[in-house]
């Protein structure tokens, strides 16, 4: 997680979205850590943190969710979810972002979803105008 963050702050100051499979859980010292720099886009929705975001395993009561989807504090989450679907071991996790408008009379110019899928790899991640 350091090396990332060393990385990002390398390449510039913009919005970043962060998604993966962390193999960690909420509260663990990597979530506290991204936390310092990046908000989680599930934050919002606290009934998800127990509701896994793989299949639940066999005897055991709860299933803390272990993929995320961190982003830039500027951007607002619309939207977050896990996608409860079999499409793989892990699933799906959708988030609508948008940036803020700087005038609160105007419109948000732009939005940004990412969507986290069983391959662990964002699939869309557009501005829209």
Same mark, same amino acid.
Do not use: C
């Given at each position: 997680?350091?090396?990332?963050?060393?990385?990002? &702050?390398?390449?510039?100051?913009?919005?970043?979205?962060?998604?993966?499979?962390?193999?960690?859980?909420?509260?663990?010292?990597?979530?506290?850590?991204?936390?310092?720099?990046?908000?989680?886009?599930?934050?919002?929705?606290?009934?998800?943190?127990?509701?896994?975001?793989?299949?639940?395993?066999?005897?055991?009561?709860?299933?803390?969710?272990?993929?995320?989807?961190?982003?830039?504090?500027?951007?607002?989450?619309?939207?977050?979810?896990?996608?409860?679907?079999?499409?793989?071991?892990?699933?799906?996790? *959708?988030a609508i972002f948008s940036l803020?408008a700087r005038d609160r009379d105007q419109p948000t110019p732009?939005?940004?979803?990412?969507? *986290?899928?069983?391959?662990?790899?964002?699939?869309? &991640?557009?501005?829209?105008?």
């Amino acid at each position: 997680m350091r090396e990332l963050q060393a990385w990002l &702050s390398r390449l510039s100051d913009r919005n970043w979205i962060i998604a993966g499979d962390f193999n960690t859980f909420p509260f663990s010292k990597v979530d506290r850590y991204l936390s310092r720099q990046f908000d989680d886009a599930l934050s919002q929705y606290p009934w998800g943190y127990l509701t896994g975001t793989y299949w639940a395993l066999p005897g055991v009561p709860v299933n803390p969710r272990i993929d995320f989807i961190y982003h830039s504090p500027e951007l607002r989450v619309a939207e977050a979810q896990v996608i409860q679907r079999k499409v793989s071991d892990h699933f799906p996790i *959708l988030a609508i972002f948008s940036l803020p408008a700087r005038d609160r009379d105007q419109p948000t110019p732009y939005t940004v979803k990412a969507a *986290l899928s069983a391959s662990d790899t964002v699939h869309e &991640s557009r501005l829209q105008p």
